[in-house]
C-alpha cells in the first residue's frame, strides 16, 4: 500500500504562491487518484483538487479553480499542488490522500484511504 508525505506548506503574503508536495513510498502514485483537501480551525475539512491518470483528468474546488493546479511527476512518484494567488481565506492544514477504489469520487474524503499527515499553509493579509 502507498504512504504519502506532505512538504512544501509555510507562511505566505496575500497574493504569493506556494507549491505543495505529496510524496509517495510503497507503490506508485499514477496506481491510486490523488486528491488534496484542507482543513482550517473550526472547520470541517473539504476537497481542493485530485487527479486521475489514464486520462490525465484534474477535479477542482470552484473556489480554487484558476489559483491552484495539481499536477503529477511519476519519476519523482511525487503530487503537487501549485497555489497562486493565495488568500488569507486558503490557510488551513492541508493533506495528500490516495485512492485505490473503482468508485472513486474525487472531492468526497471517505474515497480515499490513504493519507498523509499534512502541511500547515498560513496565508497573512
Known amino acids: 500500500q502507498v504512504q504519502v508525505v506532505e512538504s512544501g506548506g509555510g507562511v505566505v503574503q496575500g497574493g504569493g504562491s506556494l507549491r505543495l508536495s505529496c510524496g509517495a513510498s510503497?507503490?506508485?502514485?499514477?496506481?491510486?487518484?490523488m486528491g488534496w483537501f484542507r482543513q482550517a480551525p473550526g472547520k470541517e475539512r473539504e476537497f481542493v483538487a485530485a487527479i486521475t491518470w489514464s486520462p490525465d483528468s484534474a477535479h477542482y474546488a470552484d473556489d480554487v479553480k484558476g489559483r491552484f493546479i495539481i499536477s503529477g511527476d511519476g519519476a519523482k512518484n511525487t503530487v503537487y499542488l501549485q497555489m497562486d494567488s493565495l488568500i488569507p481565506e486558503d490557510t488551513a492544514v492541508y493533506y495528500c490522500?490516495?485512492?485505490?477504489?473503482?468508485?472513486?469520487?474525487?472531492?468526497?474524503?471517505?474515497?480515499?484511504?490513504?493519507w498523509g499527515q499534512g502541511t500547515q499553509v498560513t496565508v497573512s493579509s
Open positions: 510503497g507503490d506508485t502514485v499514477s496506481s491510486y487518484s
Open positions: 490522500a490516495a485512492s485505490s477504489l473503482g468508485s472513486w469520487k474525487p472531492t468526497i474524503g471517505t474515497s480515499y484511504s490513504y
